[in-house]
T-cell receptor, first 114, second 114 residues
Framework: EDQVTQSPEALRLQEGESSSLNCSYT??????LFWYRQDPGKGPEFLFT???AGEEKEKERLKATLTKKESFLHITAPKPEDSATYLC???????????????FGTGTQLKVEL | DTEVTQTPKHLVMGMTNKKSLKCEQH?????MYWYKQKAKKPPELMFV???????INESVPSRFSPECPNSSLLNLHLHALQPEDSALYLC?????????????FGPGTRLLVL
């Protein structure tokens, strides 16, 4: 069974204090790993798709990296508007397939304070 | 444009009511999804439509009835719901293909069952 574990559950940072969020996964053949940002009461907003180990993607203050067992979301010099829940999800492929299903982690709730 | 729209934004219904949630996308995506999300939990997959055919039903109670009238539209018909069905209902869409399929989410419908 595919599993995704995110840590920490919650993170409080001062503005400008860089940090990383972790997403550990076990999946039968990784088809893709996805990062989303979700604000309270809103739908998840797509951030990144990672396909293979060693891949890195950046967007503004965010950088996502992928290894064979985990992914990191690095936040450089965060601002209060970066406060949100960050969700990691995996999509399985391989022999048994996985259709279009995503397996989500429980998220990291980030709060950035002035 | 990566926009998925959902109506209504909010819905309050009694346990004997019948209502429908609507979702629309114009990205040419051929897979569409319904998710249910409870507070502080990740999205939970309910249904997947692929090329307008139901491909995944995650053992959802029959009081939820999905419909895909065409490749751009997805409905979720609600009947005789229970208070525990109160949640944020999210629609998503993705391209169909061999590679990783990024799912784009709508803003959600906040449902309250009294």
């Amino acid at each position: 069974e595919d599993q995704v574990t995110q840590s920490p559950e919650a993170l409080r940072l001062q503005e400008g204090e860089s940090s990383s969020l972790n997403c550990s996964y076990t999946v039968s053949g990784l088809r893709g790993l996805f990062w989303y940002r979700q604000d309270p009461g809103k739908g998840p907003e797509f951030l990144f798709t990672l396909y293979s180990a060693g891949e890195e993607k950046e967007k503004e203050r965010l950088k996502a990296t992928l290894t064979k067992k985990e992914s990191f979301l690095h936040i450089t010099a965060p601002k209060p508007e970066d406060s949100a829940t960050y969700l990691c999800a995996v999509q399985a492929g391989g022999v048994t397939g996985g259709g279009n299903k995503l397996t989500f982690g429980t998220g990291t709730q980030l709060k950035v304070e002035l | 444009d990566t926009e998925v729209t959902q109506t209504p934004k909010h819905l309050v219904m009694g346990m004997t009511n019948k209502k429908s949630l609507k979702c629309e996308q114009h990205m040419g995506h051929r897979a569409m999804y319904w998710y249910k999300q409870k507070a502080k939990k990740p999205p939970e997959l309910m249904f997947v439509y692929s090329y307008e055919k139901l491909s995944i039903n995650e053992s959802v109670p029959s009081r939820f009835s999905p419909e895909c009238p065409n490749s751009s539209l997805l409905n979720l018909h609600l009947h005789a719901l229970q208070p525990e069905d109160s949640a944020l209902y999210l629609c998503a869409s993705s391209q169909e293909g061999r590679g990783p399929e990024t799912q784009y989410f709508g803003p959600g419908t906040r449902l309250l069952v009294l």
